[in-house]
């Protein structure tokens, strides 16, 4: 028989995604995200939850752009130490020595070393008065390494070693 567990439920995306952004001043940042799910396929649309006091929320307010990117193994220190640092006290992109391309739909920059880069507009901002806000966000461009790629050229999921 299953319990009843008195804490809240919270169901793990796979994989693990990275979100990086701009903000007007510039200034490139990246964070973990733990909230994060397709929307819909047609029009391709996806949906980030960020707490509204940390840093990337501001620069995706204001930026109305992210990129999602998709982490391997391998990846596992830097993608901590984004999670767990914040870009107001420091350039995380120098501290890791992150190499990115600029995005050719948004100005959000895309993690080289992350093998799935999706550029997003925001399309609406979802405030929940939960911990997390949500934003619903229109994929603009996917950037994939062909290692990932099948015969005719979809993404072959038995070849993705994510985090």
């Known amino acids: 028989m299953k319990k009843n567990i008195n804490s809240g439920m919270a169901i793990f995306p796979t994989p693990n995604l990275l979100v ?4 007007k001043n510039g200034k490139n940042n990246a964070l973990a995200v733990g ?15 960020i707490v509204p006091d940390h840093y990337s929320y501001e620069l995706i307010k204001e930026s109305g752009e992210f990129a999602i990117n998709i982490p391997t193994k391998g990846f596992e ?7 767990t640092k ?25 993690l080289d070393d992350c093998p799935i880069s999706a550029e997003c507009k925001v399309i609406k901002l979802i405030e929940t008065g939960g911990d997390h806000n949500f934003f619903l966000g229109s994929v603009e461009a996917v950037h994939c ?7 005719n050229g979809n993404l072959d999921f038995s070849k993705i070693a994510t985090l």
Do not use: H
Not at 77 to 83: D, M, R, S
């Open 77 to 83: 220190q830097a993608f901590y130490y984004l999670g």
């Open 145 to 151: 390494d062909e290692a990932w790629l099948d015969e």
């Open 35 to 49: 909230f994060a799910c397709n929307v819909s396929a047609n029009p391709p649309m996806v949906m980030i939850g």
């Open 86 to 110: 914040s870009g107001r006290d420091e350039d995380k992109f120098v501290a890791l020595n992150l190499k990115w391309t600029e995005g050719s739909k948004v100005k959000a920059p895309l």
């Open 20 to 23: 990086s952004c701009r903000g």
